[in-house]
């Protein structure tokens, strides 16, 4: 495939609020796209500031709840009407869950499910007409590690992820013959708000919840501008796969080569990293 040109096209991005897909915004903006941002949480930051410092390119901010069936068709149609050839789909937006299986409800699981892959799989079958419109179209969704190995604690979340996997590598191989490009994405620990953001499961103890927090805080250190970076430039390339930051890179490596063993390793290594983490032990006097 030829390489993907940014300039003049039409670029939507889910979950473009904050983290990594603020910065996609912003390296999309340079790039010359036009863009559509799409997140539950207020664009008005993102959106000023793109239209500030790059005013030759045009803004569409969507307020939606990609948890919704009806909010997600609402976003496709908008987009359809708006822009019969769209150049890039971007499927960043993702929640987190936390809780061992018999700690979430089945709607919690859910809700999980609905945003990370539910909806990721709505949007591109529904403008699939608009990329074939536009020739060397691309598609990106962003799984995960977690779509790359499944630890203890997360099912909802590495059950999406996995499944955003599967369906991009099926598309993968059924869309070159319409040259449209497709990447999947899988960052390790990035420097974002989705720890803090993460749903906790109704059945897990108040207790267990700020040691799970700082153990999954500590893992993310990579800056989420280095990470938009590396995808924009996965896509010019139209590499079908990147894996962010060694947290991605040693596990993927560790799965690969010892398919079950691997789990225990990186419980223990885990581990290690939040301890050194902690804050000391307050001392009484």
């Known amino acids: 495939m030829t390489p993907y ?55 569409t901010p969507l ?5 919704s069936k009806e909010d997600v068709t609402g976003v ?11 150049g890039l789909l971007l499927n960043n937006a993702g929640i987190a869950l936390g809780g061992r299986f018999d700690q979430v409800t089945v709607d919690e699981f859910e809700t999980v499910m609905n945003v990370n892959f539910r909806a990721p799989m709505l949007l591109t079958h529904a403008l699939l007409p608009a990329l074939k419109a536009a020739p060397g179209s691309h598609i990106v969704n962003v799984s995960s590690l977690f779509g790359l190995i499944a ?16 369906l991009s590598q099926v598309l993968h191989a059924e869309l070159a013959e319409n040259d449209i490009g497709v990447t999947t994405v899988h960052p390790g620990g990035i420097r974002t708000r989705i720890a ?8 897990v103890r108040a207790a267990d919840i700020e040691p799970q927090m700082r153990s999954f805080e500590s893992l993310l250190t990579f800056p ?16 079908a796969r990147l894996l962010i930051a060694s947290s ?23 581990a290690l990293v939040s301890s050194r983490a902690r804050p000391p032990a307050e001392v009484k006097q």
Do not use: C, W
């Open 196 to 203: 803090t953001s993460a749903l906790i499961g109704s059945g």
């Open 63 to 67: 307020t939606a709840d990609l948890s």
């Open 224 to 239: 989420p501008e280095k990470a938009a970076e590396l995808i924009l430039t996965a896509v010019t390339r139209r590499k």
């Open 151 to 166: 630890p203890y604690g997360q099912s909802a979340y590495s059950a999406s992820k996995f499944a955003l996997r599967g």
């Open 5 to 59: 040109n940014f300039a003049g096209r039409t670029a939507v991005l889910t979950g473009a609020a904050s983290g990594i897909g603020e910065r996609l915004a912003y390296g999309l903006a340079r790039r010359g796209s036009h863009l559509v941002l799409v997140d539950v949480s207020p664009l008005d930051r993102v959106v000023d500031r793109i239209r500030k410092e790059h005013p030759a390119v045009d803004v």
């Open 76 to 86: 496709a149609q908008r987009v359809l009407a708006d822009h019969p050839a769209v």
């Open 248 to 270: 991605a890179k040693f596990p993927d490596f560790l799965a690969r080569m010892a398919p079950v063993g691997h789990t225990r390793i990186l419980q223990a290594v885990t």
